[in-house]
């Protein structure tokens, strides 16, 4: 199945571009590789016939560095205006790497570094991210498993996981030595109490774990609709509600209310997120729309992602109810954006744009592209390193993998 496009019903943005004959899209490079892939990206874009005026923004590690924001104001006036983002990747670094780098005149006066397509994501209330992860036939990369009288068994994976991503870990409330106002909300706690009380407040660092009923509510039905309107027949919770009752266990009881009042026929599954790991490899196939809150969610994509090719091939959409941004879930890996000649898989970014496309109705474009990739992944004459299962090394080239803009020049071929 190669054809996934988002539920739409998120954003009502796709009624005022149908009436343009061209769009603008926010351009985002970002760090390292992001720039090679989304370059790559909008050449296919063009090749397929997107009319579209790209306006890049300034976002990432360089931002940082020079003016102390990886995410500067005129970024987001940008997404603002024109509501549909195309996102490379972006280098994010530890506390205090991240401080050493700063430049001097800036040091020293409390910038904090924080992850800048988080702060997108929080910025713009981009709570819905979907990840779709579907097998291509004839990719190398593809989840083997060994099968009755020691035959080899492929599974088709036909996966969409829909990740709560604005709450959670990655909410951003945490302290290192908590002030006393939080200390003292902490030891109200009787298990706080137990296990903590011990530990000097300047030695302790607190992450919270929040999430509301609104925007749990939310992603349950963005996951249910998905499957209803897409012939899913049934959404898998992935949380862990035995261990973490409160987070967890509200979203499993959302779950259910929400299932047996407006989805009665679709099955509501509940996993645990460490029996979820072992399950995907197990039986993958069984599985089809996943709902999760933001780690856990993160989590069991990456773990899909890794049955049909890894990180080359997982693509995401990040929704909310005025702005879209999409971007492939793979990192900046910088020393590859060194190379003289990029050698990273461009099909995730690629496969990105093409969540874009369904997600302002221009469907059949996108179903073009997405032929055209599974055609060059069948056919196997174009494959990039990783394809070949070859180091990440600068001499792939010489041993026959393809470069990013070869694979870019083959989907091309076939558009």
């Given at each position: 199945m190669f054809f996934f496009p988002l539920f739409l019903g998120l954003i009502n943005l796709n009624q005022a571009f149908s009436t343009m004959s061209k769009r603008t899209i926010v351009s985002m490079p970002g760090d390292g590789i992001g720039s090679n892939v989304l370059e790559e990206c909008i050449r296919v874009l063009d090749a397929a016939g997107f009319a579209a005026e790209y306006i890049e923004a300034d976002i990432g590690w360089e931002f940082w560095r020079k003016e102390g924001n990886p995410l500067p104001e005129r970024t987001l006036k940008l997404l603002e205006e024109h509501g549909v983002g195309l996102f490379g990747a972006i280098t994010?670094?530890?506390?205090?790497?991240?401080n050493e780098e700063l430049d001097e005149s800036l040091r020293d006066k409390g910038l904090i570094y924080s992850s800048p397509i988080v702060g997108l994501r929080q910025h713009f209330n981009l709570d819905v991210c979907i990840r779709p992860c579907?097998?291509?036939?004839?990719?190398?990369?593809?989840?083997?498993?060994?099968?009755?009288?020691?035959?080899?068994?492929?599974?088709?994976?036909?996966?969409?996981?829909f990740r709560q991503n604005t709450e959670g870990l990655y909410g951003g409330v945490e302290w290192t030595d908590p002030p006393d106002k939080v200390y003292e909300a902490l030891m109200s706690h009787p298990r706080f109490v137990k296990n903590f009380s011990e530990v000097p407040k300047n030695e302790l660092s607190v992450s919270t774990r929040i999430f509301s009923?609104?925007?749990?509510?939310?992603?349950?039905?963005?996951?249910?609709?998905?499957?209803?309107?897409?012939?899913?027949?049934?959404?898998?919770?992935?949380?862990?509600?035995?261990?973490?009752?409160?987070?967890?266990?509200?979203?499993?009881?959302?779950?259910?209310?929400?299932?047996?009042?407006?989805?009665p026929g679709i099955e509501l599954w509940n996993t645990n997120i460490d029996a979820q790991m072992m399950w995907l490899t197990k039986n993958p196939e069984n599985y089809g729309v996943i709902v999760a809150g933001n780690m856990f969610g993160d989590i069991v994509s990456d773990g899909f992602a890794g049955l049909i090719g890894g990180l080359g091939f997982a693509c995401s959409a990040n929704i909310g109810e005025n702005v879209a941004v999409f971007e492939p879930t793979h990192g900046s890996a910088p020393k590859y954006a060194e190379y003289a000649n990029s050698i990273v898989n461009p099909i995730a970014m690629v496969e990105s744009a093409c969540m874009m496309l369904d997600h302002i109705s221009e469907n059949e474009m996108a179903s073009k592209i997405r032929a055209a990739i599974a055609r060059v992944v069948k056919e196997g004459k174009v494959r990039t390193y990783d394809m070949m299962k070859l180091p990440g090394k600068e001499n792939v080239l010489m041993q026959g993998a393809a470069s990013t803009s070869d694979m870019a020049d083959a989907i091309i071929s076939l558009l």
């Amino acid at each position: 199945m190669f054809f996934f496009p988002l539920f739409l019903g998120l954003i009502n943005l796709n009624q005022a571009f149908s009436t343009m004959s061209k769009r603008t899209i926010v351009s985002m490079p970002g760090d390292g590789i992001g720039s090679n892939v989304l370059e790559e990206c909008i050449r296919v874009l063009d090749a397929a016939g997107f009319a579209a005026e790209y306006i890049e923004a300034d976002i990432g590690w360089e931002f940082w560095r020079k003016e102390g924001n990886p995410l500067p104001e005129r970024t987001l006036k940008l997404l603002e205006e024109h509501g549909v983002g195309l996102f490379g990747a972006i280098t994010s670094k530890p506390k205090e790497e991240a401080n050493e780098e700063l430049d001097e005149s800036l040091r020293d006066k409390g910038l904090i570094y924080s992850s800048p397509i988080v702060g997108l994501r929080q910025h713009f209330n981009l709570d819905v991210c979907i990840r779709p992860c579907h097998t291509y036939p004839g990719n190398p990369l593809n989840f083997v498993r060994r099968a009755a009288g020691d035959s080899l068994d492929e599974p088709e994976v036909d996966v969409v996981v829909f990740r709560q991503n604005t709450e959670g870990l990655y909410g951003g409330v945490e302290w290192t030595d908590p002030p006393d106002k939080v200390y003292e909300a902490l030891m109200s706690h009787p298990r706080f109490v137990k296990n903590f009380s011990e530990v000097p407040k300047n030695e302790l660092s607190v992450s919270t774990r929040i999430f509301s009923k609104k925007a749990s509510a939310r992603i349950l039905r963005a996951a249910f609709e998905y499957a209803r309107k897409y012939n899913y027949t049934s959404v898998t919770l992935c949380e862990k509600p035995n261990v973490i009752r409160e987070t967890s266990g509200m979203m499993f009881r959302l779950a259910k209310e929400i299932q047996k009042n407006e989805y009665p026929g679709i099955e509501l599954w509940n996993t645990n997120i460490d029996a979820q790991m072992m399950w995907l490899t197990k039986n993958p196939e069984n599985y089809g729309v996943i709902v999760a809150g933001n780690m856990f969610g993160d989590i069991v994509s990456d773990g899909f992602a890794g049955l049909i090719g890894g990180l080359g091939f997982a693509c995401s959409a990040n929704i909310g109810e005025n702005v879209a941004v999409f971007e492939p879930t793979h990192g900046s890996a910088p020393k590859y954006a060194e190379y003289a000649n990029s050698i990273v898989n461009p099909i995730a970014m690629v496969e990105s744009a093409c969540m874009m496309l369904d997600h302002i109705s221009e469907n059949e474009m996108a179903s073009k592209i997405r032929a055209a990739i599974a055609r060059v992944v069948k056919e196997g004459k174009v494959r990039t390193y990783d394809m070949m299962k070859l180091p990440g090394k600068e001499n792939v080239l010489m041993q026959g993998a393809a470069s990013t803009s070869d694979m870019a020049d083959a989907i091309i071929s076939l558009l």
